[in-house]
């Protein structure tokens, strides 16, 4: 009986410890973020990879000079007990960058390649070779009933956003156009820095029925559905307690994307990777990646109860010319000499619904919108 006994407590002190044990190791392995997110696995979502159906929404998320190493080098930077989600993404592709005229692309003609689906020439916004403008994939989706929303932490009219929201031969010249252009085009959402910008045309913003707002508070009180948040008059979003984060800016864009019936395209991008890169800053730029792989985490836990969206991660070139060498990164890994874009393939990351269209290809940028044209059923 006193044996007995003694093996019943036995029995019921391993079942504790079993028990602590599975419950530790489970909070180690799924820690919230500080958004408060859980880090989803790959079978946390079910992948439908069946062409014939239509993509709802999708969600593409750039990071500006984002090649391979960079997102190495950041895992180097934070350790081997932190994972970046991007590895989570079993749908990996490359993309080949250069622009119609040049082997080293400008962001500009790269982030038109991805909005039109047509190769330009360099530091050119939203026009083809001979100066026309050319139909975004957000123009497609308007003309579908789908929401549009370009979230960014650089100025809204900085090269990548540029080409999603407006047309320009060459980026740097009439920038005073810029801002009713990008009004004009009734992207639903447009998010990122450059107040000044927008506030010279209030009017304008008015007659087109967006709510302005330069803070995070009062993006995070607005109601609306239609709204433009630029916060600061600076070209990249400072780091300030009184504006968003990027997370948090896609965030409250899908909130608000998610309640149109017809789906949406959301365009965010982490854009000061290649800030970092061009100033040889490992440590910031690392923060930089981590920044973007938030993004997907909120993204992937949005597609884990809506099926039918598609993510798709990428870069519009390298920068820096990045390699990994042996020891401690620092910025002797940088090895273009200007630090400026280099030509190498970038990776392409994907998630969700056919999301297996990108797998194991190496493809023109320029089929990134082909393959978000024809998914999401659109006719020209
Ligand atoms: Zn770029």
Redesign the pocket.
């Known amino acids: 009986m006193f044996n007995k006994k003694i093996k019943f407590f036995e029995l019921i002190l391993f079942m504790c410890l079993l028990f602590t044990s599975f419950a530790c190791k489970n909070n180690s392995t799924s820690p919230t973020d500080e958004y408060g997110y859980v880090p989803l696995l790959e079978k946390d979502v079910e992948y439908i990879q069946d062409a014939s159906k239509q993509v709802k929404n999708i969600i593409l998320i750039l990071g ?2 984002m090649g391979a190493n960079q997102v190495k080098v950041t895992e180097m930077v934070i350790g081997e007990n932190r994972s970046l989600d991007l590895r989570k993404l079993t749908s990996v592709g490359q993309i080949k960058t250069s622009c119609l005229d040049n082997y080293v ?3 500009a003609a ?2 038109t390649a991805y909005a039109t689906g047509v190769k330009t020439v360099y530091e050119r916004a939203g026009k083809d070779k001979d100066g026309n403008d050319l139909k975004t994939i957000l123009d497609y989706c308007h003309e579908n009933g789908k929401m549009t929303a370009v979230v960014t932490d650089k100025a809204l009219s900085d ?2 956003p540029l080409a999603f929201t407006a047309h320009l031969n060459n980026r740097y010249k009439e920038p005073l156009t810029i801002a009713p252009q990008q009004i004009k085009s009734n992207v639903d959402i447009m998010l990122g820095s450059g107040a000044n910008k927008f506030k010279a045309n209030q009017s304008l913003m008015e007659e087109y029925g967006y709510d302005f707002v330069e803070t995070k508070e009062a993006l995070m009180n607005l109601k609306s559905n239609k709204y433009i948040g630029a916060f600061s008059n600076l070209n990249k979003m400072m780091e300030a307690s009184i504006y968003p984060t990027l997370p948090e800016m896609a965030q409250k864009a899908l909130s608000t994307l998610k309640t149109c019936d017809k789906g949406f395209f959301l365009f965010v991008e982490s ?1 000061q990777i ?1 800030n970092y890169c061009g100033d040889g800053n490992i440590q910031k730029m690392a923060e930089k990646v981590v920044t973007l792989d938030r993004v997907l985490r909120i993204s992937m836990n949005f597609a884990k109860e809506n099926p039918d969206t598609l993510i798709i991660v990428l ?3 390298e ?1 820096g010319g990045l390699v990994i060498k042996d020891g401690t990164p620092d910025k002797t890994w940088f090895t273009e000499e200007t630090r400026y ?1 280099t030509p190498v393939n970038v990776p392409v990351y994907s998630y969700g619904m056919n999301s297996n269209e990108f797998n194991g290809k190496t493809i023109e940028n320029t089929e990134v919108f082909d393959i978000m044209f024809r998914l999401m059923g659109f006719q020209k």
Do not use: F, L, V
């Open positions: 500006d000079g692309t400008d962001s790269a982030a090269a990548t854009g290649d870069a519009d070139h920068t874009h």
